[in-house]
């Protein structure tokens, strides 16, 4: 495999890895250079003066369209669920669904993975699978975008010159782009037809929706569209007020930078856009209306779905209210992690933006007669860094970890002091509180005692932190604009030195937050303890001596560890890939222990904050991985020879014949080593197995598969295929697995000499099979054939489907038809192999994880990939 190929992938890779949080960073700061632009001459107490001036008809108005929005968001759930999956889900599940998925995503971003886990959650429990899921995810979608292309093909038609951001050429041009998208949308319609149809474009195919249902979702998304626009249209000044299609224009540019922009929330982008968008710069009143809009439309509802997650925690509700909706509730019980995480999340935001802000002085006043000056410049101080060591702790929390909701419940009751102390805030202690009391209702969501650290922290999470330290330094030089900054401002001490608090937290902050950063970047895990003993420890060797498996074999390779029943009767074996704990096969030994080392695996993982998979499972313990509520991945199927049926007679086994002559004609010898005796040849075995490896193009495997190691190879005996007219020099080799009770023999490493012989390994296999018969073996095992086998039908699973295409497509690189193929020419049985793993947004992260475990990461996958098509093209050269 070239290395610059593998080289350039590794980059790439890497360059994927931290491009989400340069990007975050990137656009949250240029949004507030922009805010820096767009509010010179301002300053906080403008802003704190025109929210009191607000008319509280205004904010009535706009808590009854946040309510006509949600309800909105709600019927998107109902109508995507009577689409996608009619009759299996309830509409107050849907709707609770609905409501719950967009207050969390409209609140913390990442639609997809926020949004995407409570619908997920609730779906599957009432009998979806993941494609439904993922339609309905889809369909709920619809409804929006539909509105919004309908709200700019009709401001184009009917007013052009009135929406600047849409004025493209000509007024008339403008118009006529108009109609043509309204005359889209009609055309949409009357295309999906009264029973809906299926939309093809290009490569890329969508069901749509029967034309009423497109309708209804069309009606819903205007709704949701004016109303969610309407809470802020009504919080804005009456000057401020434009035009219902600008507006509206804008207001949606808004959201969708937002959305895409990867900043939780879409924070500070948002309001940049608008204010641009609108031409609203350097007012007091519209940031302040933007902040409650941001309180009302974001906050809001997010604080509700919260009081009713704890509430159901702690079992507050009760008698029909509880039939009807605490049931759908529990289904996001595992959203508790990740909203005690985002509590946890804002109440350092809260503490790190009040360190940066001037307190009030009437209570400092007060607290003048109370404390001592160097204990309020202590707390404020104090304050800030708890407010930093939340940001930090809140990862820990979505990990589930005790240690992370132990000090996060001190934290925050620390908190709570050094907000009395520093300005009597008791708005913000109450706040701090009130999460404290939240994490104490959810402690049975904390269950991990494994010994991570909870300053451990991803490149994602410390762009997050970076993100909201730049937000605060912003905000406390926003709020002190008005102070002149020397050096002596830094060292003064005094009732009336809000500033000067604020330096010296910002300087604490930014050396902790470097500090933070540089052991993020040096800090490496300690390696994972493997099993105790050696591989060939006289425990595997005798579990594995009654095996009728001889998979089993592959525990000699050393790359594993094992977890062992408590009489030691039965093993699993295991390695660990990413935040992936993948078992190769089922568990090993006695029966009546399999279920029990399965359900054992799963609890360890878990409290490991991993993922528990298992790679390869025969259908015999799927019912054991179903009761997990595990998805199965058809991976292929395994050819089995009988023995007693094979012979070399017969016209069905002309082929057979051929090879074993042609062999015998051209001095190809057959011989099993002894495993006494295999060191005696590993370096011509080595000689063989480097050509065999440089003519594919690739390089070793491992997990499921051996690997090229003298150590691994001297536990086996060893078939060869040595040339006579070359000084009996060896061309081929294999080494052969034994299962136990003579059920089962097999071979794991094949591999020969290019351009030795055409019918080398036609020839090794025939052997190999008459031997297995001559020793009395009941199966020979071909091994698996990768994604055989999978069912072709317009009704199977996407999963089915997907990889049927693989299978059919993918030769250029892998050659699936072909192995089976060479497979089939020994009659076998075959058996299919699963894949039992977490379903859902869980799925292509395991795959990954596979990949890297198996093949050693996506740059051997891109490499070797890039490389076998080139060398196929070559050969074909030769032959023409």
Not at 219 to 230: K, P, Q, R, W
């Amino acid at each position: 495999m070239s290395e610059p190929i593998v080289g350039k992938a590794r980059l790439y890779q890497r360059l994927r890895a931290y491009s989400g949080p340069v990007v975050a960073i990137v656009v949250t700061v240029v949004a507030l250079w922009l805010f820096h632009r767009m509010t010179a001459g301002l300053r906080l107490a403008d802003i704190k003066d025109a929210l009191g001036m607000m008319s509280r008809s205004s904010i009535a108005i706009a808590l009854l369209a946040t309510f006509v929005s949600y309800c909105a968001l709600a019927s998107y759930d109902i109508v995507a669920c009577r689409i996608a999956a009619p009759g299996k889900v309830p509409w107050h599940n849907a709707a609770l669904s609905g409501m719950s998925g967009y207050a969390f995503s409209n609140f913390l971003g990442f639609h997809l993975f926020t949004g995407g886990v409570v619908r997920f959650r609730t779906y599957s429990r009432s009998g979806l699978d993941a494609g439904e899921i993922g339609q309905v995810v889809l369909l709920s979608w619809v409804g929006l975008w539909l509105a919004f292309t309908a709200v700019v093909g009709l401001a184009l038609l009917f007013d052009p010159e009135g929406v600047s951001l849409l004025r493209i050429m000509h007024a008339s041009a403008d118009r006529v782009i108009g109609f043509a998208i309204i005359a889209t949308l009609v055309a949409l319609f009357f295309y999906a037809g009264p029973q809906g149809r299926e939309l093809r474009l290009l490569s890329w195919r969508f069901p749509l929706p029967p034309r009423g249902m497109l309708v209804l979702q069309l009606v819903v998304g205007v709704i949701d569209l004016v109303a969610s626009s309407g809470v802020l249209f009504v919080l804005l000044p009456a000057d401020a007020q434009a035009g219902p299609a600008l507006f509206l224009t804008v207001y949606m540019s808004a959201v969708i930078l937002g959305s895409i922009s990867h900043v939780p929330g879409g924070i500070g982008v948002f309001e940049a856009t608008l204010i641009a968008g609108l031409g609203l710069q350097g007012r007091a009143d519209i940031l302040a209306s933007l902040l409650a809009y941001r309180l009302i439309y974001y906050f809001l509802p997010f604080f509700i779905a919260v009081v009713m997650l704890a509430a159901a925690e702690a079992g507050m509700i009760r008698g029909k209210l509880a039939a009807r909706f605490v049931g759908p509730t529990r289904t996001i019980k595992a959203m508790v992690p990740l909203v005690a995480a985002t509590v946890v999340f804002i109440s350092g935001v809260i503490l790190l933006f009040s360190g940066a802000t001037p307190g009030l002085p009437g209570r400092l006043e007060t607290l003048e007669h109370w404390l001592p000056l160097p204990l309020v410049e202590t707390s404020h101080f104090l304050g800030s860094l708890v407010g930093l060591a939340l940001l930090v702790i809140a990862h820990g929390l979505q990990r589930r970890l005790f240690s992370a909701w132990a000090v996060a419940v001190g934290m925050l009751m620390a908190g709570a002091v050094f907000s009395i102390a520093k300005g009597l805030d008791w708005e913000e202690a109450l706040t701090l509180a009130l999460a404290a009391v939240f994490l104490l209702l959810s402690r049975r969501a904390f269950y991990r005692r494994v010994p991570q650290r909870i300053s451990s922290l991803s490149w994602e999470w410390l762009g997050l932190v970076t993100l909201v330290l730049v937000a605060t330094i912003w905000l406390g030089f926003f709020s002190y604009s008005h102070v002149e900054y020397s050096n002596e401002l830094f060292w003064e001490f005094a009732w009336e030195g809000g500033a000067s608090r604020f330096l010296r937290a910002m300087v604490g902050l930014v050396v902790a937050a470097a500090a933070l950063g540089v052991a993020t970047l040096i800090y490496r895990p300690p390696p994972k303890s493997k099993q105790a003993g050696k591989p060939e420890s006289d425990a595997i060797a005798a579990v594995i001596a009654h095996s009728p498996d001889t998979q089993t074999n592959i525990a000699f390779l050393g790359d594993k560890e094992f977890l062992w029943s408590p009489d030691g009767s039965a093993f699993l074996m295991y390695a660990r890939s990413g935040r992936s704990l993948v078992s190769m096969g089922d568990p090993v030994g006695d029966p009546e222990q399999v279920e029990d080392l399965i359900w054992q695996f799963r609890d360890m993982a878990d409290h490991e904050a991993m993922r528990a998979v298992f790679y390869a499972v025969r259908p015999d313990n799927l019912p054991v991985y179903l009761d997990m509520g595990y998805a199965l991945l058809k991976l292929g199927e395994v050819a089995r020879v009988k023995l007693e049926d094979f012979s070399l007679e017969g016209p069905k086994n002309q082929e057979h014949r051929y090879a074993e002559r042609r062999a015998a004609k051209e001095g190809l010898i057959f011989e099993v080593v002894a495993r006494k005796d295999v060191p005696a040849i590993v370096e011509e075995l080595r000689q063989v197995s480097d050509a065999w490896l440089r003519e594919k193009g690739g390089s070793e495997k491992g997990f499921s598969l051996g690997r090229f190691d003298p150590a691994y190879l001297a536990h086996f005996d060893c078939a060869v295929m040595r040339d006579s007219r070359h000084g009996n020099r060896i061309v081929a080799f294999a080494n052969i697995w034994r299962s136990g009770g003579m059920n089962e023999i097999s071979v794991d490493l094949m591999r020969y000499l290019p351009g030795a012989s055409k019918v080398l390994m036609d020839a090794l296999f025939v052997q190999l099979l008459l031997y297995g018969k001559e020793q009395g073996y009941r199966w020979f095992n071909l091994g698996a054939a990768p994604l055989s086998g999978l069912a072709d039908h317009a009704l199977a699973s996407r999963w089915n489907r997907m990889a049927t295409f693989v299978f059919r497509h993918g030769d250029d690189f892998y050659h699936f038809e072909g192995l089976r193929a060479f497979k089939q020419k020994f009659s076998p049985v075959w058996t299919p192999q699963y894949l039992a793993c977490p379903g859902g947004l869980s799925i292509p992260q395991v795959l990954l994880d596979l990949n890297a475990l198996i093949s050693g990461g996506l740059g051997r996958l891109i490499g070797a990939s890039s490389l076998k098509p080139k060398r196929r093209r070559q050969r074909m050269k030769q032959v023409a």
